[in-house]
């Protein structure tokens, strides 16, 4: 059935009429010829009896007269029907008494009489019928009837109906072939025009529309599926370019009002220090206190304003892509937060070899200097230790840096990669809050996902995940591992 | 369908007389005479085969000729058999015809040495002691609807219908179907065609 299924339309509608014609043509047939029989064996048994009444007739006066003679001859007569191979006269107590056999023996003749009726031998029709004269039984008739011509006749008709069947056959396939163009090809047409937008993704393509039935009915909700996936692709199009000019605005925004902002603020910073410095001696006490907290002020939202920044910058059309040695990244990052690890006299252990990525290597680079520099700073009362190790599970990488800090409470797991969230006094751990929105930001351009295990006290163990890139891409590992060569790496 | 021409009809006479010459050679006796041959070594009284024969014969006739319907008073009258001159059969007619009918009328046997006394007669038979007067009975029963059935030599060249004669120990018989057309008798085809045919050429077929 399925071996059916999968034929093509032609085909299977060929097939169809192929197999129906077969049918009903078998199935006609057959009724011919059992009625072609039956009234063959009717008008034989009419023809018999009529022919074996006469015949019995006219022995009557032979049976009577015991003139077996008169009987012979009168037998004689049935020479004109080639039909009768031969009859046989039996007279009033069963005994035979006059015989007619048109070829020789072979026949078994009856040597008593059978009783009245017929039977269907397989090659004779024996007809027996009473001889009456005068209304009182005188004796019995019996003819044989040759059935050679029956067969002959069902043989003919065997023939003419396999004649009629390869005929019939013949023109159903040719009709067919013609016709069922018909009934398919608006299908396949429209099979077409599915196929080639398939294909050319042309939502402007429309199949031609057909008459009014279901295969129209078909055309026309295709036509008009077409009609609105393209509209909405426009749509969607529209909608998109939209987002994104609106998107490059606020940032080009935040960027230059950020920018513009530094500005100022240096300069309030540099003349307060610079007031200090000159006019300190002579200040009262209280007065450099307040010079004091203004700078930190000032330096804190000029820190304020570069996160943002580099948050901003995120989003912007860097360096460009390409493969990247998460272990120079990690040496380089390391290297950046070099002052706050040997102050705290960190450990940073890499447990084992990092992968090489597809990316853009500066963003990798404060990805990682954002993580050791947290994992650093929320150490607990011992100096603080990291580790930090990459495994692989199917394509992606996972990556993790851990710390024995003073960790997460599970209900803030989720907040710490909001902009600005900060779960401690800025006399506790400084901050502005930016730097794990800055690296989730990262993370997720890089077709990955960010996420914190930790126990309070416990310690913290940020996870992000990084596609596996292609074989390609691994084998030139020398030019991305070169930590020196920075400029080289990153136009990679 | 070629079968129907072979009916007894026109031709199926013309054609019989044409064969009856053949035919006559293969007569046989009645079967049931063949199985008591030692009747004729009986008494006196009683038949010799021959005539058992001969009396089952004449009974056959009946069944084979039609007479006029003016030769019956009414339906139910039965078929005479008159016995002119000496009884040959004795009580062998008797039994042969007791309790039989044909065409429903029963069958009654009637004798006498009278021709006149048996002209109300259907059948008579003339036996032997009637040989010297054949010429009389002939007239006794002209035109009337009498089948005259003889075992007297030359009985149908003389006015007489059917005779008996002997071929070899078969009892055969010779029709003249001219006369007993002539009565107004009509004599089955079949029953022509067992008999050897005598008398004048029918040119008409009988109607």
Not at chain 1, 245 to 253: D, G, M, T, Y
Not at chain 2, 154 to 165: A, E, Q, S, V
């Amino acid at each position: 059935m399925s071996r059916f299924d999968d034929l093509p339309l032609r085909r299977k509608l060929m097939l169809v009429i192929l197999v129906t014609c077969t049918l009903v043509l078998l199935l006609a047939s057959a009724a011919l010829a059992g009625f072609e029989i039956d009234t063959f064996r009717r008008t034989m048994l009419r023809e018999s009896m009529v022919l074996a009444d006469i015949v019995g007739k006219n022995t009557q006066a032979a049976l009577t007269f015991q003139d077996a003679t008169g009987a012979t001859s009168v037998l004689g007569a049935l020479e004109a029907n080639p039909e009768v191979v031969a009859a046989r006269v039996h007279d009033r107590d069963g005994a035979a008494f006059a015989d007619y056999l048109r070829t020789g023996p072979g026949i078994a003749l009856a040597e008593r009489a059978r009783s009245d009726g017929h039977e269907f031998l397989d090659d004779h029709l024996v007809m027996v019928r009473p001889i009456t004269l005068d209304g009182k039984r005188i004796g019995t008739i019996s003819l044989w009837m040759d059935l050679a011509g029956m067969h002959e006749r069902l043989l003919l008709f065997a023939g003419i109906v396999v004649l009629v069947l390869i005929g019939s056959l013949a023109m159903a396939w040719v009709l067919s072939a013609y016709l069922q163009r018909y009934v398919s090809q608006p299908i396949l047409s429209l099979a077409d025009v599915a196929r080639t937008v398939a294909e050319r993704k042309d939502y402007t393509v429309r199949a031609p529309p057909q008459g009014g039935n279901e295969v129209g009915v078909l055309t026309d909700a295709f036509n008009h599926m077409l009609t609105e996936i393209y509209d909405q692709n426009q749509r969607l199009k529209r909608q998109a370019e939209e987002l994104t000019r609106s998107n490059a605005e606020l940032e080009q925004f935040t960027y230059v009002s950020s920018h513009d902002l530094k500005e100022p603020l240096r300069m309030v910073t540099m003349y307060m220090s610079l007031l200090e410095r000159r006019y300190g001696a002579s200040m009262p006490p209280e007065a450099v206190v307040f010079l004091h907290e203004a700078t930190a002020g000032g330096e804190r939202a000029q820190q304020l304003i570069d996160d943002i920044l580099s948050y901003s910058r995120v989003d912007r059309p860097g360096v460009g892509r390409g493969p990247v040695a998460l272990d120079v990244v990690v040496a380089e990052a390391l290297a950046n937060n070099r002052a706050e690890i040997d102050r705290l006299r960190a450990e940073v252990v890499v447990k084992s070899s990092l992968p090489v990525v597809l990316g853009e290597r500066p963003q990798l680079v404060q990805l990682f200097q954002n993580l050791i520099g947290n994992a650093v700073k929320f150490h607990g009362d011992v100096p603080p230790r990291i580790e930090i190790s990459a495994e692989r599970a199917g394509k992606e990488w996972t990556l993790s840096v851990r710390d024995h800090g003073i960790g997460i409470a599970p209900h803030y797991q989720e907040r710490i990669f909001d902009m600005f969230q900060r779960l401690h006094t800025r006399e506790e751990y400084p901050g502005t809050g930016i730097g794990l929105s800055i690296c989730r930001k990262i993370v997720v351009r890089h077709s990955g996902r960010l996420w914190v295990e930790s126990e309070p006290g416990a310690g913290a163990n940020f996870r992000f995940t990084l596609p596996v890139v292609g074989e390609l891409v691994v084998g030139e590992p020398q030019q991305a591992a070169s930590p020196t060569d920075r400029a080289s790496g990153a136009a990679l | 369908m070629a079968l129907l021409t072979e009916e007894p009809g026109i031709t199926g006479l013309a054609r019989a007389r044409g064969r009856s010459g053949i035919r006559c050679l293969g007569a046989l006796i009645a079967l049931f005479l063949w199985a008591v041959p030692g009747r004729q070594a009986g008494a006196a009284d009683a038949p010799t085969r021959e005539y058992l024969v001969k009396a089952a014969f004449l009974f056959n006739f009946t069944q084979f000729v039609e007479w006029p319907a003016a030769a019956f008073p009414d339906d139910a009258a039965p078929i005479r058999l008159g016995i002119l001159g000496e009884d040959p059969f004795g009580r062998a007619i008797d039994d042969t015809v007791q309790g039989e009918t044909v065409r429903n009328r029963p069958l009654v046997v009637v004798r006498s040495r009278r021709a006149d006394e048996l002209k109300d007669c259907h059948l008579v038979f003339v036996a032997r002691s009637e040989r010297s007067r054949l010429d009389e009975v002939a007239e006794a029963f002209d035109q009337a609807p009498v089948l005259t059935v003889s075992d007297c030599d030359g009985f149908t060249r003389l006015g007489g219908m059917i005779g008996f004669f002997l071929d070899g120990a078969k009892v055969r018989f010779e029709i003249n179907p001219s006369e007993a057309l002539s009565h107004g008798l009509k004599l089955s085809a079949q029953l022509l065609s067992l008999g050897r045919l005598v008398g004048p050429e029918i040119g008409a077929p009988p109607r």
